[in-house]
């Protein structure tokens, strides 16, 4: 199987792309920055329709696995219009170039399109209606791949954490980072996510190329936790001293845009279709970078 993974020289496409290298024939998009060392990339740049359709006519992949995005909530909330024409224009045009071509689509969205009102919510259980900018382009993208193929997929991954790839840290490694350079951490008391690493999506996204699953799936980690609660274990699972962590209030502390208070998932889907299971929380926070590549 040849698979295209647009954004691969991002914090969880390069990693996809790094870890699903052993298993099938990786192709990665070249944007700003280059792919992973060893992965054979070519160029593709969103904001440039022909760009979209030459890369997957130069990469004949069987498959695209589409993690390239404008992921940066407080930048889709500067330049809305170009978090639409990235996130959602260029989704859609992907999607309808590789339903003409006869590829298979899987595109990754975020946990932040739900209400983030109820714990442990489900694909069916909520219609979204998200307020972060970042967050309506990736379901107005959702919308546009799930319209295009009952054969494409969309997984709704939750708060990478764990070894990333790249400059970027992972929610985890962000912690690690702040707390090896001596730095305190504030971290919020009132955000709840199930987050996931790398491994465990990849685990999820070999079996979607066998041909098997099609529709949106939750993919989010096996425990619901705080931001904080998330850095204590972060500490305790990289033996780093916890004392510079600050539990604070979302209200306290306005930086950027509001997130909502609870996007953990229930990712029963998944594991029901795709015999798919996370790896423990603290088994995919000791992979984690402890300071910068
Ligand atoms: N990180 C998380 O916690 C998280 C959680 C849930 C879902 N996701 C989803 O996972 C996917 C990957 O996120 P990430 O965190 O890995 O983001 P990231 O590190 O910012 O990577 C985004 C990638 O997209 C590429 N890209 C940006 N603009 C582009 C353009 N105009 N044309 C072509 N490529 C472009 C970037 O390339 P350059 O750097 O070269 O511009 C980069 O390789 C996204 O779809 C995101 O919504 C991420």
Redesign the pocket.
């Known amino acids: 199987v040849r698979v295209l993974i647009?954004?691969?020289?991002?914090?969880?496409?390069g990693r996809l792309a790094l870890i699903l290298r052993d298993r099938v024939d990786v192709v990665g998009?070249r944007?700003?920055?280059p792919s992973p060392q060893g992965v054979g990339d070519v160029h593709?740049?969103?904001?440039d329709e022909p760009s979209i359709r030459a890369a997957v006519e130069a990469s004949r992949p069987d498959a695209v696995i589409h993690?390239?995005?404008?992921?940066?909530a407080d930048a889709c909330e500067r330049d809305p219009e170009k978090a639409y024409r990235?996130n959602v224009i260029a989704t859609a045009t992907l999607a309808r170039v590789c339903r003409s071509r006869g590829v298979r689509l899987i595109a990754?969205?975020?946990?932040l399109v739900l209400p983030g009102t109820r714990a442990f919510t489900r694909e069916s259980s909520e219609p979204p209606e998200p307020r972060l900018v970042y967050a309506r382009t990736?379901l107005a993208a959702e919308a546009a791949v799930l319209a295009e193929s009952p054969d494409f997929v969309v997984l709704r991954?939750?708060?990478?954490i764990g070894r990333g790839h790249?400059p970027?840290p992972t929610?985890s490694e962000s912690v690690a980072w702040t707390l090896a350079a001596g730095r305190p951490a504030r971290l919020f008391t009132d955000q709840f996510r199930t987050p996931i690493d790398p491994e465990s999506v990849a685990t999820a996204l070999a079996t979607l190329l066998t041909g098997r699953g099609s529709g949106l799936y939750h993919l989010g980690g096996p425990e619901r936790l705080t931001r904080h609660q998330l850095g204590v274990r972060v500490a305790r699972a990289l033996a780093l001293d916890p004392a510079p962590l600050d539990p604070v209030a979302q209200a306290e502390l306005p930086i950027g845009a509001p997130r909502p208070s609870d996007v953990s998932m229930d990712s029963s889907r998944a594991v029901l279709e795709l015999g798919w299971q996370a790896r423990p929380l603290d088994e995919a926070l000791r992979e984690s970078r402890r300071q910068p590549d």
């Open positions: 647009t954004g691969s020289a991002g914090l969880l496409g998009s944007h700003a920055q593709l740049d969103l904001d993690c390239a995005a404008l992921a940066d990235v990754l969205s975020t946990d990736k991954v939750a708060l990478v790249g970027r929610a």
